[in-house]
């Protein structure tokens, strides 16, 4: 995975992201937390502390917050992040056949299952009439199948590569 997309944790910079945050309005944990892992594409362990003290909140308050929302992360994102929808639109046209698929897929080529980390499922996007739909790199993709999410994301590591 390239390290160059996701900067490498620094305080400052955590510190330089919070401090308007805070200013403007008091207890901002969340938005906080969603300020770091936009910039280091994850909420490194320290920065709860960080967030906690920013904030004047106890550090359980701020990984109460982290641990509720599902869409933030502790660890770096996978290169080619694909998260299939899970919500029931998509469920009742092939998305359970469609997550099986997708992890036996992964299963037999490591090399995939590494680009595109574990399996994150999201729910809803917006595009039941087209379900299963799937996000690879966060480009939506409706009707999803093994074979377009593996073209796609042959796709986004190519121009990841360009970038």
């Known amino acids: 995975m390239s390290t160059a997309r996701y900067p490498e944790w620094q305080a400052e910079a955590a510190e330089a992201l919070i401090a308007p945050i805070v200013a403007r309005e008091p207890g901002p944990v969340l938005l906080c937390l969603q300020a770091v ?3 280091f594409g994850h909420v490194p362990g320290d920065a709860v502390g960080l967030i906690a003290d920013a ?3 106890s550090r359980a308050d ?3 917050v982290f641990t509720f929302y599902a869409d933030l ?4 994102p996978p ?3 694909v998260r299939l929808c899970a919500a029931e639109a998509c469920q009742a046209v092939v998305g359970r056949q469609l997550k099986a698929e997708w992890a036996a897929a992964c299963g037999d080529d490591a090399q995939l299952a590494a680009l595109t980390g574990v399996d994150e499922p999201i729910f809803c996007l917006g595009n039941c009439a087209l379900g299963p739909a799937a996000l690879v790199d966060g480009e939506l993709m409706g009707c999803a199948d093994v074979a377009r999410l593996k073209a796609a ?3 986004a590591q190519l121009a990841g590569e360009g970038a």
């Open 55 to 57: 904030c004047n909140v």
């Open 79 to 81: 290169a080619v992040p």
């Open 73 to 76: 992360r502790d660890t770096p």
């Open 62 to 64: 701020v990984h109460g």
């Open 37 to 39: 892992q936009a910039h």
């Open 153 to 155: 994301v042959g796709q």
